[in-house]
């Protein structure tokens, strides 16, 4: 899947009608999301205000207008990130069947692999580290727009489980988080650091499994 097909569905192409015609907000959403496209696959430094401009039809008065300078329009663009991509890979309901909980989570947990291990969304995450350093506020944004959120989504459904009688858990919000923890595991680190998932379909059915019935049951010594 294109980056482009993912994080933006304004054209991104140069307008064939005149750039003064259209409106500021629509101006500003194409340069946003231009940049964001820019942004995610060469970096900061090797980004222009010239490179979008010359996508969007712009000019620097409109960027320097909106954003104030590279800076400010960067800090946009990853503001775009988070909505259009880390917010739409967070699961936004658990669909209960019944009371099964081990199949709602594993269900939950092989479509969360899954979307993990889509490119487009590993690169995100790799440029929020690293932007993170200098912009912590952008990194606690993608933060709480992704593991957070899928984390405190566990969190509600674990909590309904228990007011329901079905699970016994002291804190089902910090159970939440050691869940998603197990069922990261090391993929995110490995992707992160050599750019390869290691996720196969079956491996992630293989995977998620283990990481539900570990959960949910635990493990014994063999006596």
């Known amino acids: 899947m294109s980056t482009?097909?993912?994080?933006?569905?304004?054209?991104?192409?140069?307008?064939?009608?005149?750039?003064?015609?259209?409106?500021?907000?629509?101006r500003r959403e194409q340069a946003v999301a231009v940049a964001a496209e820019l942004f995610l696959k060469n970096g900061f430094d090797q980004t222009s205000l010239g490179d979008v401009i010359a996508r969007t039809g712009g000019s620097r008065r409109d960027i320097y207008g909106f954003f104030g300078d590279k800076e400010?329009?960067?800090?946009?663009?990853?503001?775009?990130?988070?909505?259009?991509?880390?917010?739409?890979?967070?699961?936004?309901?658990?669909?209960?069947?019944?009371?099964?909980?081990?199949a709602d989570l594993t269900r939950l947990g092989r479509a969360?692999?899954?979307?993990?291990?889509?490119p487009v969304l590993l690169a995100v995450i790799h440029r929020f580290v690293s932007v993170a350093i200098s912009r912590p506020h952008?990194?606690?944004r993608a933060f709480e727009a992704g593991p957070l959120a899928?984390?405190?989504?566990?969190g509600d459904y674990l909590a309904l489980c228990n007011r329901r009688g079905d699970l016994e858990l002291e804190d089902p919000y910090t159970a939440a988080t050691i869940f998603a923890g197990m069922l990261?595991?090391?993929?995110?680190?490995?992707?992160?650091?050599?750019?390869e998932t290691g996720l196969s379909e079956k491996g992630i059915e293989r995977h998620v499994d283990m990481v539900v019935k570990l959960f949910l049951h635990g493990a014994h010594a063999a006596r």
């Open 138 to 140: 952008l990194g606690k």
């Open 150 to 154: 899928f984390q405190s989504r566990i």
């Open 184 to 195: 990261n595991g090391a993929f995110q680190t490995r992707s992160l650091l050599t750019g």
């Open 112 to 118: 969360f692999l899954k979307r993990m291990s889509d």
């Open 72 to 102: 400010g329009l960067f800090e946009a663009a990853m503001e775009h990130l988070v909505k259009t991509v880390l917010d739409e890979h967070v699961p936004q309901s658990i669909e209960l069947d019944g009371r099964d909980i081990e």
């Open 4 to 26: 482009t097909l993912i994080i933006g569905s304004l054209d991104m192409t140069r307008p064939d009608s005149p750039h003064s015609s259209r409106p500021p907000d629509a």
